[in-house]
């Protein structure tokens, strides 16, 4: 068993090579070959999940060293894995929903050149994504973490020959990297605390630790998390990574790895358990982006960056779940997995429209499509009802669950997160409703494309529906197997623990509230976009629904904090560059030129004045000489 | 007489010979001075060797006339080569290392 968790790695690891150092004469066979790899994979990690469900809950954990990494004297950073039940859970979303997609893709980029290399990067993908999860320590998590980033990357920008591409791949790395500094920051502190990067010793021993030092570590952890998972203040990039091909923000920019924030901080825990102050922070990023994401959404008119928003508020609540401590962290990776159904397809469903409208993103062109595309109609119908949670799909469990916990924190705080948690939900009903009403019904407003063609919507091949409907299966029926008995509380429970919060109100009354808030939101949308006829161009809209379509100013403050803040600093410090450091070097120059200038003269190429020279040089010796004597 | 006169010409003609090469240009004179500025030497060299009873300075001042008698020759040679391109024996026009 302990073998299979390498192969289960190693397989995407593997395709990526093939396909990237393949050369052309994969161009026909490399989609189909990283398809099977990512496949192989998923069933690695099923048979790894059956061996697992066959060992009683305590001793679940799987761990294995594969090799020494880097032994130098007392220091050692090994490669190895920790296979529990949280990265199990993570390796059947990663490896389930990635092979769907990478089935998808077969039928997507049919049409592209550079599909190969698509796919390489696609296997690259999944193999850093899965050495994230089951790293058994910081450093390799870290590994995979910069993986993760770097396919990112590359798929984003992956029609670079499109300049808006080119710059949003940039824009993701960037702001990643701010991220990606505070990762490294908190695991050097982990190392100078713990002298190791295993998570075994530094998570058990986590309270030995000053709790100062431990809330260091935690929001340098969060800002890490804040960076990989778009969150409030460095989420300007997610909108923009919609750019990439349609299944990569499917996969990476919805299911996977922009929940690898909330796995980050659901793996350190203990870290967060201990140091309250950075808990809050935590929440408070949640809570404020959940709503940031939801309001963004609402006022999109292409329908990836619609479905962006909503990524980011939905990736909002899991951090909020995941803030709230052991009350929190079961529902956040549960409304993960069910969200990695539900939006996944949703993106599936937004790609398989573009496909049949000549890659038109722009929902006020839309109108009227359902007739047109039965299946994707159905299967995103479904997502969306799981995401607004819909009584009996998965949100209405996953959602419902975290908004409870948010009360159950107690006190002011408990009120504050549960009424965010409340907002969102009707926000999201109704920027969700407004999607679905923009796309699927009203009357048709299809516009002729670029080279004046006028598009004809027609359902996608078999290879792109038959993963929506998987997907839509997930939205429909996972949330209700996770809750029936607590199946996935008791499955979760023995690595992150869990422990029953006291709400002020009940569980039912949340629900009810739940459903309110959710009538409320769907009903706002229909007034405005199913009973009126929808005006192809946007309208100028109020303040609000300006400023959240420049997606709330966070570029305009981007470029006037930092950039402009930036440039003045440079600025700044090429002016005591160019007066201060090079006023010293030149002086410098200068003085000793000057004196050579002068010494030059006495080099004038007369002989009678060198003899002077010579003659002077002999008194004085003679002089000095007699005076030596003399005293 | 007392030798010390002799030493007080030696400096005389060593004073005119220095004087010579530091003011005049002409390459023949300069060179002239400087054989007076030997000579000099060679008489201070002599008037020791009288002074200390022995022959030192008188061996010395053979070294002087034979070194002299060669810088004379290799002297003498680069100045007609230079009066002859230059037609000049100014040492202020033979400023530069190139004929």
């Known amino acids: ?196 990067f295993a998570f075994d010793p530094v998570l058990t021993r986590a309270t030995d630790a000053g709790e100062g030092k431990l809330t260091a570590v935690a929001l340098m952890l969060l800002l890490a998390a804040c960076g990989k998972s778009a969150q409030v203040p460095l989420q300007s990039w997610l909108g923009d990574a919609m750019e990439g091909p349609t299944p990569v923000s499917a996969l990476i920019h919805a299911a996977t790895m922009v929940t690898a924030g909330v796995y980050l901080i659901t793996r350190s825990g203990a870290v967060f358990d201990a140091a309250p102050d950075a808990q809050t922070a935590v929440v408070t990023v949640g809570a404020v982006t959940l709503l940031f994401g939801a309001i963004v959404g609402c006022a999109k008119d292409d329908i990836k960056k619609a479905l962006a928003g909503s990524t980011m508020s939905q990736i909002g609540y899991m951090i909020l779940a995941a803030g709230l401590g052991p009350i929190g962290y079961v529902f956040a990776i549960m409304h993960l997995v069910t969200h990695g159904f539900f939006k996944a397809g949703l993106f599936l469903g937004a790609g398989s429209v573009m496909h049949g409208m000549n890659d038109e993103v722009d929902m006020r062109r839309y109108g009227g499509l359902r007739t047109y595309m039965p299946v994707t109609f159905v299967t995103f119908g479904l997502g969306y009802l799981a995401i607004i949670g819909f009584p009996g799909l998965s949100g209405f469990f996953s959602k419902d669950k975290i908004i409870e916990a948010a009360f159950a924190k107690g006190g002011t705080e408990g009120w504050i997160l549960g009424g965010a948690a409340l907002l969102g939900a009707a926000i999201t009903a109704y920027y969700m409703t407004r999607v679905m009403l923009l796309t699927f019904f009203g009357e048709k407003r299809w516009q002729p494309d670029a080279e004046g063609e006028m598009p004809h919507p027609h359902e996608s091949p078999r290879t792109m529906t038959v993963p929506m409907i998987v997907l839509a299966f997930g939205s429909v029926f ?63 809209g109020s303040l609000l ?70 003659f002077g040089g002999a008194a004085v010796l003679i002089a000095a000489t007699l005076l030596m004597r003399a005293v | 007489m007392n030798p010390v006169n002799y ?92 004929l």
């Not at chain 1, 029953?500 to 769907?522: K, Q, R």
């Not at chain 1, 709330?552 to 005591?576: A, C, I, K, M, P």
Request: proline residues 2%.
């Open chain 1, 1 to 196: 068993m302990e073998n299979l968790i390498g192969l289960l790695v190693l397989a995407p690891l593997l395709g990526a090579g093939v396909l990237l150092c393949g050369g052309r004469r994969l161009d026909r066979s490399g989609p189909w070959l990283g398809t099977l790899l990512a496949a192989v994979s998923f069933a690695l990690g099923v048979v790894l999940f059956a061996d697992m469900l066959g060992k009683g809950g305590e001793e679940r954990a799987l761990d294995v060293t594969v090799f020494q990494w880097v032994p130098v004297g007392g220091f050692r950073a090994d490669v190895g894995f920790h296979l529990d039940q949280l990265s199990m859970t993570f390796v059947l979303l990663i490896t389930g929903v990635g092979s769907l997609i990478h089935l998808y893709s077969v039928g997507y980029m049919a049409h592209d050149e550079r599909k190969r290399r698509f796919f390489g990067y696609l296997n690259l993908f999944l193999a850093a994504m899965l050495l994230l999860v089951l790293a058994d320590n910081y450093l390799l998590l870290y590994v995979g973490w910069e993986g993760v980033g770097l396919a990112s990357y590359l798929l984003i920008g992956f029609w670079q020959h499109k300049p808006s591409a080119a710059t949003a791949a940039k824009k993701a790395f960037l702001v990643n990297r701010v991220g990606d500094m505070g990762l490294s920051i908190a695991i050097m502190l982990l190392f100078t605390t713990f002298g190791t």
């Open chain 1, 545 to 614: 629904t300006r400023a959240a379509r420049r997606d709330l100013l966070q570029d305009d403050f981007n470029h006037v904090v930092l950039v402009r803040g930036g440039e003045h600093l440079t600025r700044s410090l090429v002016y005591v560059d160019h007066s201060l450091v090079d006023g010293v070097v030149n002086g410098t120059a200068a003085s000793v030129g000057g004196l050579s200038g002068r010494m030059r003269k006495l080099q004038n190429g007369y002989a009678r004045s060198y003899a002077v020279s010579m």
């Open chain 2, 7 to 98: 030493l007080y010409l030696a400096a005389l003609l060593f004073t005119i010979g220095a004087a010579g090469v530091l003011i005049r240009r002409n390459a023949i004179v300069i060179f002239m001075c400087v054989e007076l500025m030997l000579n000099a030497c060679n008489l201070a060299f002599v008037t020791f060797a009288r002074l200390h009873g022995n022959l030192d300075g008188q061996i010395i001042a053979f070294f002087t006339m034979v070194v002299a008698a060669a810088e004379v020759v290799v002297g003498l040679a680069i100045i007609v080569t230079i009066f002859r391109s230059r037609h000049s024996a100014s040492v202020d026009d033979a400023g530069l290392l190139k």
């Open chain 1, 478 to 540: 996972a949330g209700g197997l996770f809750s029936i008995n607590d199946t996935f509380l008791k499955w979760l429970e023995p690595v992150t623990g869990h422990e029953e919060g006291h709400s002020p109100v009940s569980a039912l009354t949340v629900t009810a509230a739940t459903m309110v808030v959710l009538v409320i939101g769907v009903a706002i949308a229909w007034a405005q976009y199913g009973r009126r006829p929808v005006p192809v161009t946007a309208p100028r």
